[in-house]
C-alpha cells in the first residue's frame, strides 16, 4: 500500500526555527486543521507535544476535540461550542454571531483588518466589546489574519498599520491583559521584530514555506514524504497507449508499471502525463483513482518529498497538495 512517512527531526528542525524567530517556544501555536495539512493530526500532535510545543490551533469543534488532551490551549478558528470550554477558545468571526455564544465561553476577537474574509470591522470594536461582556463571555485575545503575508505589495503593510492601530486602542483603554497575535509562517518569516504574544504557524512547521526572499525560510526542510507500491508491471510497444484515454503512447518499447495510489487517495489528476519523481521517474498517462502508471520497474517509488515540487507540476500550492492526502494512507513517524 502506498504509505506517508513523517521526519520527526525535520518538523523538531522546523520548529527550532520558529522558536528562534519567536524569541520563546510557548508563543508558538501550532495549526493543525485539515488534518495537520494532511499529515496526521495525531501524528502531529504526539511529535509537537514531546518538542514541548503548548497551543494548537483548528478550524473546528470537531478536531479540537481530537486534540485538545495534547495541548494546554487549544483555538478554534470557526466554529460555536454548545458549552464553554476551560481549555478551547473560539474565534469571533462576525459581531452578529456573539450572541451565539454560550456563557463563559472564551473567546477571541477577530478583526478584519483589509483581507475582507473574517473578523468583526475596526469600527465595530467597540460595540463588539460591549456585546461579548453583555453575553458573559471571557475575551482573552484580539487578531487579525494576513491577505498578503506571502507576496511584496502594499497590503501587508497596510493591515500591519491597521492592526497596530487596533491595538494601541485597545491598550490606551486599557482593556484587562489582551493578548495578540497576526502572523501565520509567512508574516513571521517576514517580520524583522516580532513582539506579540503568539503566532499561528502552519506550512513553516511542515517544511513547505514559500518565501525566497528569507534565507531562514530556505533552512526549513519538508516533514512529509509519500511512497507508493508496484502493483503490476508490462512491457509495451511503440504506440501502445497506458491508462485512460490512452493519452500516453509510447515511442519505443519500454517498461511500464502501475502504482498503488491515484486521486482518490489524494494524488491530484492534473499531475497526469507531466508530474516527475525526485528522482526523475516520468508518470505515465493519466492519474486514475487507486492506479497511477510511472515509466519504472522498482517495487516502490518515492512519489515526493517535497509537496512544493507536486504543486509546481500541479500549478497550485503545496497546501493544496498537503491536504489533498487522504486520512486512510497509513502514515510512520521515522
Ligand atoms: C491556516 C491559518 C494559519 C496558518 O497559516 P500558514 O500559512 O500555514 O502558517 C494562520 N492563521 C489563520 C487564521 C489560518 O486560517
Redesign the pocket.
Known amino acids: 500500500m502506498a504509505y506517508i512517512t513523517l521526519n520527526k527531526n525535520h518538523l523538531f528542525n522546523n520548529l527550532d526555527i520558529i522558536a528562534k524567530l519567536t524569541c520563546d517556544k510557548d508563543k508558538i501555536a501550532l ?1 493543525l ?2 488534518n495537520a ?1 494532511g499529515h496526521g493530526m495525531l501524528e502531529v500532535a504526539t511529535m509537537a507535544k514531546e518538542y514541548g510545543i503548548k497551543k494548537a ?1 483548528v ?1 473546528s469543534n470537531a478536531e479540537a476535540e481530537i486534540i485538545q488532551e495534547y495541548f494546554e490551549y487549544v483555538l478554534v ?1 470557526a466554529d460555536i461550542p454548545k458549552v464553554a470550554s476551560s481549555k478551547i477558545r473560539y ?1 469571533i468571526n462576525d459581531i452578529k454571531t456573539i450572541k451565539k455564544f454560550p456563557k463563559d465561553t472564551k473567546v477571541e476577537l ?1 478583526v478584519n483588518t483589509g483581507m475582507n474574509r ?1 473578523g468583526i470591522e475596526i469600527h465595530e470594536l467597540d460595540s463588539s466589546l460591549s456585546l461579548i461582556e453583555k453575553q458573559g463571555l471571557e475575551l482573552e485575545a484580539v ?1 487579525t ?1 494576513h491577505a498578503c ?2 507576496e511584496l505589495d502594499g497590503v501587508y503593510e497596510l493591515q500591519k498599520k491597521n492592526f497596530e492601530l487596533v491595538k494601541d486602542g485597545l491598550k490606551s483603554k486599557s482593556q484587562k491583559s489582551l493578548r495578540f497575535h497576526s ?6 518569516f517576514r517580520e524583522t521584530s516580532f513582539d506579540e504574544d503568539m ?8 517544511g513547505c ?1 514559500e518565501l525566497p526572499s528569507s534565507s531562514k525560510a530556505t533552512e526549513l526542510k519538508p516533514v512529509l514524504s509519500l511512497y507508493a507500491q508496484k502493483i503490476s508491471s508490462r512491457e509495451i510497444n511503440a504506440g501502445e497507449g497506458v491508462g485512460y484515454g490512452a493519452t500516453f503512447s509510447a515511442d519505443k518499447k519500454m517498461i511500464v508499471s502501475n502504482y498503488d495510489f491515484g486521486y482518490g487517495d489524494g494524488f491530484l489528476r492534473v499531475c497526469s502525463n507531466s508530474f516527475y519523481t525526485k528522482d526523475g521517474v516520468k508518470i505515465a498517462g493519466r492519474v486514475s483513482m487507486d492506479n497511477s502508471s510511472f515509466l519504472s520497474d522498482e517495487d516502490e517509488l518515492f512519489i515526493f518529498s517535497d509537496a512544493r515540487d507536486v504543486a509546481q507540476f500541479a500549478n497550485t500550492i503545496s ?1 493544496e497538495v498537503l491536504t489533498s492526502l487522504k486520512a486512510n494512507i497509513k502514515r510512520d513517524i521515522i
Open positions: 495549526v486543521k485539515d495539512y490551533v478550524q478558528l474565534t477577530k473574517n487578531f489574519h503575508a506571502d502572523c501565520n509562517s509567512a508574516a513571521l503566532v499561528r504557524v502552519g506550512i513553516a512547521a511542515y514555506l497546501y
